[in-house]
């Protein structure tokens, strides 16, 4: 059953257990229904994935790739369409998250997600109702972080409460403010300074405090300006408040390595088609989006591993087809699973077809603007 659905349901479910099981000696007159697979998936727990995940990422390698002694650590959320059957969409009642747009009405989860930049691999991840704040998600997600972490974020977290907690908890971040974040913010971004030191002092009034039983004692950011190519200024508070230990100038490529998990979000939704669920319940969902952030780390790491055959010159000028990695993951993981497959051999040709279609870096490139106005695409079914 894990095995199946890490493949990823996108096809009829017939076709894909056909071909699943098309690598495994079946006894005469067994077939794989599709029927026997919805009755077996509803006594399999999603916490199997998470569980995987984490064995997974006890055993994986360690990067060495830190930025002035620290992991670096990005967090975020996104918005997944859920069928257009699940209860959340019939049921306006249910959690009350549902939208009524021009397209009909729909409903949203977020998904929220802590990230290694330095590996691409995805050390924690939730699912919940969109009506759940990124902030109030990210707080449970803390604990997944070590001493060594420094966690970067960008503007849709900043809150006074949010840094206390921080503070209280002895962890180290970098998040980015807006402009008009508080009066401090905007006479630092006048005064032209590369960084500054400033004393917050929270209110009673303040959101958050009373919530997460946060005493109201001052606490200290370091401010740092951050000019892009473009001449846009981007202001950033951090608890790294030594300036000689860390000059405001590395600070612009530390923000730069948060757009890992951007990608990564990009990965599991078009091109691993997190969207497309297979199932309509919310069990099978939950089942389909931590199934899909294991594949995404077994074709990070199976990458990861391929890199390693390179010579060390090349290793850091390519880059790994992260796409491919993920379809050659899949076609092998039947083979993999079957207790007579030669393991040795289908991992040497995983990390060959993985080096097939490597890419070259081309760190000057710069893509063009997205469409502000683009529609986010969605998959229908005329019926079930």
């Keep these: ?11 009829s479910l017939q076709a894909e257990l056909d071909q699943f099981f098309s690598h495994w000696p079946l006894p005469d007159g067994r077939l794989a229904h599709d ?23 006890a055993q994986a390698p360690a990067v060495t790739s830190r930025w002035h002694g620290w992991r670096v650590l990005a967090a975020d959320s996104t918005t997944l369409y859920l069928p257009t059957t699940h209860p959340d969409t019939i049921a306006a009642t249910h959690f009350n998250h549902y939208h009524d747009g021009a397209g009909g ?44 972490d420094l966690l970067v974020l960008d503007r849709g977290y900043p809150a006074h409460w949010l840094f206390a907690l921080l503070w209280q908890q002895q962890r180290a971040f970098c998040i980015r403010l807006p402009l008009s974040y508080s009066p401090q913010v905007a006479a630092f971004v006048r005064s032209g300074q590369d960084s500054t030191i400033i004393t917050c002092q929270p209110q009673a009034h ?45 600070f612009g490529h530390l923000y730069q390595q948060r757009w890992r998990i951007e990608e990564a979000f990009r990965h599991i939704k078009c091109r691993l088609k997190l969207e497309r669920f297979g199932g309509e319940t919310p069990l099978a969902i939950r089942q389909e989006f931590h199934a899909t ?33 993920s379809q050659w993951l899949r076609l092998l993981i039947p083979q993999l699973l079957h207790r007579t497959g030669d393991i040795a051999t289908l991992c040497t040709c995983l990390v060959e077809g993985i080096l097939y279609q490597l890419t070259r870096k081309r760190p000057d490139r710069t893509a063009p603007p997205r469409k502000r106005d683009r529609a986010k695409p969605r998959y229908h079914r005329a019926y079930k």
């Design 206 to 250: 303040h959101a958050g405090f009373a919530e997460h039983e946060l005493p109201l004692t001052p606490f200290r950011l370091r401010l740092v300006r951050v000019v892009l190519p473009s001449g846009q200024i981007e202001v950033l508070a951090t608890s790294l408040l030594d300036e000689a230990q860390y000059p405001s100038s590395a």
């Design 35 to 57: 029927d026997a697979f919805r009755m077996a998936r509803k006594k399999l727990k999603p916490s199997v994935f998470v569980d995987l995940n984490q064995r997974l990422l």
């Design 293 to 325: 952030i294991l594949l995404h780390n077994l074709a990070t790491l199976a990458g990861l591993e391929a890199l390693q055959a390179l010579p060390e010159a090349e290793r850091s000028e390519q880059h790994v087809n992260l796409t491919h990695a």
């Design 1 to 11: 059953m894990v095995g199946i659905l890490l493949t990823t349901l996108q096809r």
């Design 105 to 148: 009405v729909y409903s949203l989860a977020r998904a929220a997600a802590l990230l290694d930049v330095a590996s691409g691999l995805f050390l924690r991840a939730d699912l919940a109702s969109d009506s759940q704040g990124e902030r109030a998600m990210l707080v449970s997600q803390l604990s997944a972080m070590q001493p060594d």
